[in-house]
């Protein structure tokens, strides 16, 4: 079982960033693929970004090149830094853990994009 609490939304300016944090409880954590996901008002939930157990990273081409997702192993946490941020990029950002079967969601953290 793992446990997930996302944290460090909140509201940003256009062209600002963000940092946002997702801390795991439980073990192996090093052995999950780790991801954020979002999903805005009326729309459904998007994949941002991924980050295997191996490092191997990917991201939506909406977001290529402003966001960068990293994992601290030790800390058993999974970082979304987010740059250039624009006003579609307002959504409900969730970390996701992912192995085998299991599949794990965190509640979610607001970003809001307004100037």
């Known amino acids: 079982q793992v446990q997930l609490e996302e944290s460090g939304g909140g509201l940003v300016q256009p062209g600002g960033s963000l940092r946002l944090s997702c801390a795991a409880s439980?073990?192996?954590?090093?052995?999950?693929?780790m991801g954020w996901y979002r999903q805005a008002p009326g729309k459904q939930r998007e994949l941002v970004a991924v980050?295997?157990?191996?490092?191997?990273?990917n991201y939506a081409d909406s977001v290529k090149g402003r966001f960068t997702i990293s994992r601290d192993n030790a800390k058993n946490t999974v970082y979304l830094q987010m740059n250039s941020l624009k006003a579609e990029d307002t959504a409900v950002y969730y970390c996701?853990?992912?192995?085998?079967?299991?599949?794990?969601w965190g509640q979610g953290t607001q970003v809001t994009v307004a100037s």
């Open positions: 439980g073990s192996n954590f090093r052995l999950y693929a």
């Open positions: 996701n853990a992912a192995r085998g079967n299991s599949l794990y």
């Open positions: 980050n295997t157990r191996g490092g191997i990273t």
